[in-house]
C-alpha cells in the first residue's frame, strides 16, 4: 500500500491555531491584522507542520517569489563544457543565498528570441521570478526593450545595449585586447589572427573593432578574424584552416579557453610546435588552462566575482533603488609558456 502525505494547508493551520485563514494569510506573509503574539504563535505552528507557501499562492498575496530568473539561449550542453557559465552561475548563487535568494536557470532554443521573452512574460505573469540577468546580448537586442515593456526588473550581463533601457554590468573588452595585442606586438609577432565567438553579440563585436584598432595602431601587417559559435569543434575547425593559409598566423587569440585548448591539440597535431612556430592566446581563463603543455597564456578575470556583482546590480534594481550601469573589472593578460617571438624565418609551416 502507498501511503501519501498530505501537505499542510493555511486551514490546518487556523485550525490548530484557533484563528481564521486571513489571520493566518497576514502572519505568514507579515502583513498587518494580528497581534505579535498572534503572528509568532501561528509562525511556530506552520514551522511545526512544515507549511511552505507554493509560489502561485505568495504572488497572489503580493509577496516576493525570491527567485531571480537566467534563461540562456544556448545549447544545454554549454553549461557542462563552458567554464565562463559554471563560474557566472556559482558567483550568482553565493550573493543570492546570502539574500535566500534561489537562482531559476532555463535552457531556451538558441534560434528563438520569442521564445526567451516568452518565458519572461510568463515567468513575470505567474509571479515566478522577482527579476531576470540578460546574457550575451546583441547590439538591437529585442529581449531588452520587452523586458522593460513587461516591467520586469532586469539587468544585461554585457555591454549597455538598446538605448539604457535596463542598466547593465560590463567590462571593458578593449582593455583586454589591447593587452593581448600589445604583448604580441612587442614579442615581434606581426601576422595575428583571432578566432572570434558568435559576431552578432555585443561584446564580441566590441571585442572585434578592439583587436582590428590595437593591430593597426601596432603596425600588424596581417589581420585575421575568423567567427564560430565559441565550441571545441569549431575552434579546431578555424585553426585549421588558419594554419593551412598563406601566410599563415605566427600567432593566434582565441575568444575563450575551450577554443584555444582545441586549437592548442590541433596545432600540435598539425606539427606545429607551440610557442616556438605558434604562439596561443586564451580568452577567459581557467584551470585547465594551466595544464595542458605548454601551459596557456590568457586574459584572466574572477569571473565569480563578476557574477556575484551581477546579483547585487540586480537585487538593487528589484529593491526599487536607483541602479546606473556598472563597469567591472577586465580581464588582465597572465603570461605563461604559449607565446613567444616568432620563427626567425618565415616559412609557412613544417617540413
Known amino acids: 500500500m502507498v501511503t ?10 487556523a485550525r490548530e491555531a484557533g484563528v481564521s485563514k486571513g489571520a493566518v494569510s497576514y502572519a505568514l506573509n507579515d502583513r498587518p491584522g494580528v497581534s505579535d503574539e498572534t503572528r509568532a504563535r501561528i509562525l511556530a505552528i506552520a514551522d511545526r507542520l512544515g507549511f511552505r507557501a507554493s509560489a502561485a499562492a505568495r504572488a497572489l498575496a503580493g509577496a516576493p517569489a525570491k527567485v531571480v530568473g537566467l534563461a540562456l539561449r544556448r545549447p544545454a550542453s554549454t553549461l557542462g563544457v563552458e567554464p565562463f557559465f559554471m563560474e557566472l552561475v556559482s558567483g550568482l548563487e553565493a ?3 546570502t ?9 531556451v532554443p538558441d534560434d528563438d528570441p520569442a521564445a526567451e521573452i516568452e518565458v519572461y ?6 509571479g515566478r521570478v522577482d527579476g531576470v540577468l540578460l546574457c550575451d546580448v546583441r547590439g538591437d537586442d529585442p529581449r531588452v526593450p520587452a523586458v522593460a515593456d513587461i516591467g520586469l526588473p532586469a539587468v544585461v550581463v554585457g555591454p549597455p545595449v538598446a538605448g539604457g533601457l535596463v542598466p547593465s554590468l560590463w567590462s571593458d573588452d578593449a582593455v583586454s585586447v589591447n593587452e593581448a595585442v600589445e604583448h604580441l606586438g612587442g614579442l615581434g609577432h606581426r601576422r595575428i589572427a583571432r578566432v572570434a ?8 563585436a566590441a571585442r572585434s573593432r578592439a583587436f582590428a584598432a590595437a593591430c593597426e595602431r601596432l603596425g600588424v601587417t596581417e589581420v585575421t578574424t ?9 575552434g579546431a575547425r578555424a585553426t585549421r584552416e588558419l594554419l593551412g593559409a598563406r601566410p599563415r598566423p605566427t600567432a593566434i587569440v582565441y575568444d575563450n579557453d575551450i577554443m584555444a585548448i582545441a586549437g592548442l591539440a590541433t596545432a600540435q597535431e598539425l606539427g606545429f610546435a607551440v610557442p616556438q612556430e605558434l604562439s596561443v592566446i586564451a580568452w577567459d581563463d581557467s584551470p585547465i588552462c594551466g595544464l595542458v603543455h605548454p601551459p596557456l597564456t590568457a586574459l584572466t578575470r574572477d569571473i565569480v566575482a563578476y557574477g556575484a556583482n551581477a546579483a547585487r546590480l540586480l537585487l538593487a534594481v528589484i529593491a526599487g533603488e536607483p541602479v546606473e550601469s556598472r563597469l567591472d573589472e577586465p580581464a588582465h593578460l597572465v603570461a605563461r609558456a604559449s607565446t613567444a617571438a616568432p620563427p626567425a624565418d618565415s616559412r609557412d609551416g613544417p617540413q
Request: aromatic share 8%; no cysteine.
Open 95 to 97: 550573493e543570492l543565498s
Open 197 to 204: 565567438g558568435i559576431p552578432e553579440l555585443a561584446h564580441t
Open 226 to 234: 575568423v567567427s564560430t559559435d565559441y565550441t571545441g569543434e569549431a
Open 121 to 126: 512574460r510568463q515567468w513575470w505573469i505567474e
Open 99 to 107: 539574500r535566500s535568494y534561489a537562482l531559476l536557470l532555463q535552457m
Open 4 to 13: 501519501t502525505v498530505k501537505r499542510p494547508t493555511i486551514a490546518d493551520i
